[in-house]
């Protein structure tokens, strides 16, 4: 969901520094349909192994996703292509734009014929998946596109009008960019894309199960990195977020009926030696954010509530109970929810560490629903032994997280030999 809200903490504010790129009349015919403003660059490398020396990346958007061992393909000239559509908001200051709705595409000349579509993770911006996500594709010969959703940041929730807009946006962004990018890739190359392929981490992996939930003719299949289950039932973010936010201070105090209610909550007790990294960054940060898009009124005047605040203090997160709140709050998460039933090919990816979205509330849960909505024969689940939320943890902790990163290359290789 969020891989990474600690993507709040890394909100970049300064502009993008673009070195002066190579154009010809090529690039400049490129016309994103729908775009309010784009910039076309002939590039020599398209993997960040040369647009962070370029400046058409942003390494502040893919901070800590990644390990520093994943291997980083190179040799991807091309095109790149940055921008907007039109939109109100202005969470988004890559390039010094302030602008939401930004894109960039990325049209390698070694065309396989294939386009993969992202979401950013988390509140994150749209270069947040260059890393984990676009260095491989390029390298196999797909053209890339990503969005930053339409909001970023941790007041995302301010966007729309309405509990739950901001979210909803996110859709119609990912459709928006799809529908765009197959038309650009037809006038780079002269034909449309024979095959589009979703993916995403976090509320990224989300954004993959419901396009193919509710938008399936737009693909061909999808990788879900650890997505987010958002749904009005039971479990969900609001669930067991606020019952290991309650039990935390006693744990630390020492309380093991505190640390079996964090296991109860969903979190394995193999993941404990990252219960306090999570409570620190993660859990209390997630919980305010999310509950104030969905819930507003629970704290009155306030703007996502107390950060950390003890249990029994007045409109506190740490004491949420969603299933007692209004039906209106029911109703705002359940216009963004899923349901399991997807129309294309599916891979989930799901760590079994995850401390964020626990495997078992998560991972496991939308299996299930998936195989109930009579969806089955189109999914595969991969449970990752070892594997958390953000694979940047792996060289914090050597030798006991595994890296999801890897096993999500070897899963979209599986995925385009399922839709080829």
Excluded at 11 to 19: K, W, Y
Excluded at 320 to 330: E, G, I, K, N, Q
Aim: aromatic share 10%; with cysteine; hydrophobic share 40%.
């Amino acid at each position: 969901m969020m891989a990474s809200l600690a993507a709040a903490l890394l909100v970049f504010t300064g502009s993008l520094t673009a070195a002066a790129p190579v154009h010809s009349g090529q690039c400049a015919r490129l016309k994103v349909p729908g775009a309010e403003h784009q910039r076309v660059s002939c590039l020599s490398e398209l993997t960040t192994a040369g647009t962070v020396a370029s400046g058409h990346t942003n390494t502040a958007d893919w901070a800590g996703l990644t390990h520093a061992a994943l291997p980083q393909p190179k040799g991807v000239p091309g095109v790149q292509v940055d921008g907007y559509f039109p939109d109100s908001s202005t969470t988004n200051d890559n390039h010094g734009w302030h602008h939401d709705a930004q894109f960039v595409l990325r049209l390698p000349d070694k065309w396989n014929g294939g386009l993969v579509v992202t979401g950013a993770p988390g509140t994150r911006r749209q270069y947040a998946n260059d890393r984990a996500i676009a260095d491989y594709v390029l390298a196999k010969g797909y053209a890339f596109a990503a969005t930053d959703k339409g909001n970023t940041g941790a007041t995302f929730f301010r966007d729309g009008a309405r509990p739950g807009d901001a979210v909803a946006e996110w859709h119609s962004r990912v459709t928006q960019l799809t529908i765009a990018a197959k038309a650009v890739a037809a006038q780079r190359y002269g034909r449309p894309p024979t095959r589009t392929i979703a993916a995403g981490i976090s509320n990224g992996g989300y954004l993959v199960r419901w396009q193919l939930e509710n938008r399936p003719a737009l693909f061909d299949g999808g990788v879900d990195w650890e997505g987010a289950l958002w749904r009005a039932g039971t479990p969900n973010p609001f669930t067991f977020l606020p019952a290991a936010l309650r039990a935390y201070p006693r744990y630390v105090a020492g309380s093991a009926a505190a640390r079996q209610a964090i296991i109860d909550a969903g979190f394995p007790q193999e993941s404990e030696f990252l219960w306090d990294y999570h409570y620190r960054v993660y859990w209390d940060l997630t919980q305010r954010i999310f509950r104030e898009e969905f819930d507003p009124t629970f704290d009155g005047g306030l703007e996502a509530g107390i950060p950390y605040c003890a249990s029994g203090t007045p409109a506190c997160d740490t004491d949420y109970d969603f299933v007692s709140r209004p039906r209106s709050v029911h109703a705002a998460v359940e216009r963004i929810s899923l349901t399991g039933r997807i129309g294309k090919p599916l891979i989930t990816l799901h760590g079994t560490l995850d401390t964020l979205l626990p495997i078992s509330h998560s991972g496991d849960a939308y299996t299930e629903m998936v195989r109930a909505a009579g969806s089955g024969a189109l999914h595969r689940y991969r449970r990752i032994t070892g594997g958390t939320h953000v694979d940047g943890l792996a060289d914090s902790y050597p030798g006991r997280i595994e890296p999801i990163g890897p096993h999500f290359r070897t899963a979209f290789d599986e995925m385009a030999a399922w839709v080829r």
